[in-house]
């Protein structure tokens, strides 16, 4: 089964101003993910680190759908010493502290690939893509590929 780790762009995407095509499409696109997680046919692994920063979601309507889509998640890594560290040398190639803890806990899950919206976060993926032990790309580039 195909095991899809999301960042907390993700789940906001489908929640920010609709207007712009590419927020559409790749709100269309997490939706379709989360269509296939609810019907079993893929599985969403969540982490320590993805649920507290949903916490730290502002803006109050977005942080009750966020909650509502992580009901969804069907195992939730935590973030042990194993996952500081290698959270820790992510950060050395220039991922964020976020951003790194939520790669090593997709890759401590062995998910098949990390989607994110955000382009910095994609961009330095890219850049250490021989570095990283997990796929990382935008969910409509995804979506395309396995759809």
């Known amino acids: 089964m195909t095991k899809i780790y999301f960042d907390t762009c993700c789940l906001n995407r489908p929640f920010d ?3 712009q095509e590419r927020i559409r499409l790749e709100s269309e696109a ?4 989360i269509s296939r997680i609810e019907k079993g046919e893929w599985e969403w692994i969540g982490s320590e680190a ?7 979601t ?7 759908r966020a909650r509502l889509l992580s009901g969804f998640i069907s195992r939730t890594v935590e973030i042990e010493e194993a996952e ?3 959270a820790r040398e992510l950060q050395k190639v220039g ?11 997709a890759e401590a899950a062995q998910a098949d690939v990390f989607l994110s919206t955000d382009d910095r976060l ?3 993926a890219k850049q250490a893509s021989k570095r990283l032990n997990i ?13």
Not at 30 to 33: V, Y
Not at 50 to 56: A, C, K
């Open 135 to 147: 796929r990382v790309m935008n969910p409509l580039i995804w979506v395309e590929e396995m759809i």
């Open 84 to 86: 500081v560290e290698r």
């Open 17 to 19: 101003d609709q207007t």
């Open 58 to 64: 502002p803006d109050t309507q977005k942080l009750s």
């Open 95 to 105: 991922f964020k502290e976020f951003d790194s803890l939520h790669l090593a806990c």
């Open 50 to 56: 993805l649920m507290d920063e949903i916490e730290q």
């Open 122 to 124: 994609l961009k330095s």
């Open 30 to 33: 997490i939706l379709a993910i």
